[in-house]
């Protein structure tokens, strides 16, 4: 399938839009991993319970970002919409759903979740 420009355009501004608020929940999170714990014992236990939510979250971030950077990697390259495993197209239906998809939905599903 060839991309029109104007189609590749949309996309870069999708992928490039969702990074920023992926970004700004990054630093969000960031802020509020510095806060200080309390020096009662319970209240740090809760703390550091809230630290590791914090930080999935974190990771589940920057994996997007990282799956963004690809995306925009391969519409640079003019590879954006095909799958990187079997190098078919890629449906604009999944595209439209999730702009970062690397991969067409039937290798999506047999690779397992990304
Ligand atoms: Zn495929």
Redesign the pocket.
């Known amino acids: 399938m060839e991309m029109s420009p104007a189609e590749q355009e949309r996309f870069r501004e999708i992928l490039t839009a969702h990074k920023r608020e992926l970004e700004k929940r990054v630093d969000r999170i960031h802020e509020h991993a510095r806060e200080p714990l309390e020096a009662d014992s319970s209240e740090q236990a809760a703390q550091l319970g809230n630290v590791q939510v914090v930080s999935a979250l974190e990771n589940e971030a920057v994996q997007e970002i990282t799956q963004i950077d690809a995306a925009l990697r391969r519409l640079e390259d003019g590879r954006y919409g095909v ?1 990187i ?2 190098g ?1 197209d890629i449906s604009p239906k999944r595209l439209e759903a999730w702009p970062a998809s690397a ?2 939905v ?2 999506a599903e047999t690779s397992g979740p990304r």
């Open positions: 799958c495993t079997c078919e991969e067409c039937d290798c």
